[in-house]
């Protein structure tokens, strides 16, 4: 089972960034996709979370709803973080994270110790 994160940059505020997680070892169908986020002194946070076998249910933190959307494509077993209108408390690495794909981890934005992560892409906001 591996992820791996891509598509991180430095951008100004207002910028978008579109980040992308590649996953291999398992399908998107086996598995729920999170975003997690940990900035400098902060705690891991989660961003969003996609479930393909519970219909592409999608769900987000209330600091990035209406702002970041997360998608997937099955058949490049990628899952993507589109992310506009950057601020500066957007700065951070972000990881993509395997979840269970039916139940409350996803939708709330959890993770466990069966987790498997990548190891993330780092995303500076500042102008």
């Known amino acids: 089972v591996q992820l791996v994160e891509s598509g991180g940059g430095s951008v100004r505020p207002g910028d978008s960034l579109r980040l992308s997680c590649q996953v291999s070892?398992?399908?998107?169908?086996?598995?729920?996709i999170g975003w997690f986020r940990q900035a400098p002194g902060k705690e891991r946070e989660g961003v969003s979370c996609i479930s393909e076998a519970d219909g592409g249910s999608t769900y987000y933190s209330p600091t990035v709803e209406g702002r970041f959307t997360t998608s997937s494509v099955a058949v490049k077993n990628t899952v993507y973080l589109q992310m506009d209108n950057l601020k500066p408390e957007d700065t951070a690495v972000y990881y993509c994270?395997?979840?269970?794909?039916?139940?409350?981890?996803?939708?709330?934005?959890?993770?466990?110790?069966?987790?498997?992560w990548g190891k993330g892409t780092q995303v500076t906001v500042a102008s």
């Open positions: 994270a395997s979840l269970p794909r039916f139940g409350s981890m996803c939708p709330a934005l959890q993770y466990d110790d069966r987790s498997h």
């Open positions: 070892g398992f399908t998107l169908n086996d598995f729920a």
